[in-house]
């Protein structure tokens, strides 16, 4: 982890040294005396700023509200424009360079768009998500379960930068759908124990015809994962660890199973699906959507998962959305089929890294069950 934190900190003083450029620029058109100073403190403060979000990122901890808006956010925003900046600058140098203009100047205005682009993605888009509608057809679904309505929500991870309070608006929106089954596929933790109760609370507050069923992820074993699943337990959600349950509409049924988190190694799928009845569809809980492959070969039916976030940056107007998730997961978001199995990898709703969203909104899925 040392290693990452070092690689990251070598990005980030690379991201920054053109935006110094340009804001030595900004500084001489303003009149400043000594402009590089300016541009020398602008590389000192996101360094250190960085160095230290970076040495405190596997505990989040409670931050008063008026921090996370004045000083987190406005920092992130910074931060990804200097990312947002450092490709297209290998373009912009040499071409002002051609043109025999100024680099600063070229400099400059790239990174006050990012600065636009990025807080867009950062403060505004971060904040407003969707309600997304899937129907997905069962071959062997008894008709009693045709209109089956399940709300999911996934990748929440509550702490400082994503609030209990947008956790509450999830629960709530996901509520007025009046769902038969309420799911939430992990991830529900940022980092550390600081916040189990604030994400007990939440989760506990979903309600559903059938009742709201828990699977876990890598980030909710960041710290301790035992005390969480206790937690939301006592709030009347289930946690499903390996483990399955009967879905019943009369003499129709559906089984619903989840494996535990695969990054631990605690995920055993021949143990979830142990006690299916045969002939019997099968819902699984999911939260690395990788474990498709093997799902399909034990004949699940449907396959609910999270963890990508899509990437949360991607150009939307391109075919199949191009994104970052792309670059590393072979499902990456939306429906996916194979043989008689669908996946359906969710967006997530909170972040990770980087909280920042472009291209890939928060949602909420409401997905509906067909009957062949």
């Known amino acids: 982890m040392a290693r990452f934190l070092w690689i990251l900190m070598g ?66 925003v910074h931060w990804t424009a200097c990312l947002f900046s450092l490709i297209p600058s290998l373009i912009v140098v040499p071409a ?28 505004v888009r971060r904040r407003i998500f969707e309600i997304e509608r899937v129907e997905i057809t069962i071959r062997g679904l008894d008709p009693a379960f045709d209109g ?59 309600r559903a015809r059938d009742g709201a069923f828990v699977s876990m992820g890598n980030h909710d074993y960041f710290g301790e994962g035992e005390p969480l699943a206790s937690l939301i337990t006592a709030r009347g959600a289930n946690v499903l660890r ?52 093997e799902a399909e070969r034990r004949g699940v039916d449907l396959v609910l998962s999270g963890h990508t976030h899509g990437g949360q940056i991607a150009l939307p107007f391109f075919p199949e959305r191009v994104s970052l998730s792309r670059l590393t997961h072979h499902y990456h978001l939306g429906l996916y089929k194979k043989g008689r199995s669908t996946l359906y990898v969710h967006p997530g709703l909170g972040t990770t890294g980087p909280p920042i969203r472009l291209g890939v909104a928060p949602a909420i899925a409401i997905i509906t069950l067909r009957a062949a």
């Open 11 to 76: 990005v980030t003083a690379l991201a920054h040294i053109g935006p110094a450029i340009g804001a030595a620029e900004f500084a001489r058109r303003l009149g400043a005396p000594h402009p590089w100073a300016v541009s020398a403190a602008l590389l000192t403060v996101g360094l250190g700023l960085f160095l230290g979000r970076a040495r405190t990122g596997m505990s989040d901890h409670h931050k008063p509200r008026w921090h996370v808006l004045l000083i987190d956010e406005p920092y992130y």
């Open 242 to 293: 390996n483990a399955g349950t009967l879905l019943t509409r009369g003499d129709a049924a559906i089984y619903l199973a989840a494996i535990d988190d695969t990054w631990t190694k605690r995920d055993d799928m021949a143990l979830a699906l142990r006690d299916r009845p045969e002939g019997t569809p099968a819902l699984l809980l999911s939260h690395d959507p990788e474990r498709f492959r």
């Open 148 to 206: 089956y309505r399940i709300a999911q929500l996934s990748d929440l991870h509550i702490g400082a930068i994503t609030p209990k309070s947008w956790g509450h608006r999830w629960v709530e929106a996901a509520n007025r759908e009046q769902p038969d089954l309420a799911v939430v596929t992990g991830d529900m933790v940022t980092n550390g124990i600081e916040f189990h109760h604030d994400i007990a609370e939440v989760v506990g507050a979903l």
């Open 96 to 123: 002002c360079a051609a043109a025999g203009g100024s680099i600063g100047a070229g400099l400059m205005w790239l990174y006050g768009l990012g600065v636009v682009v990025c807080g867009y993605g950062v403060v």
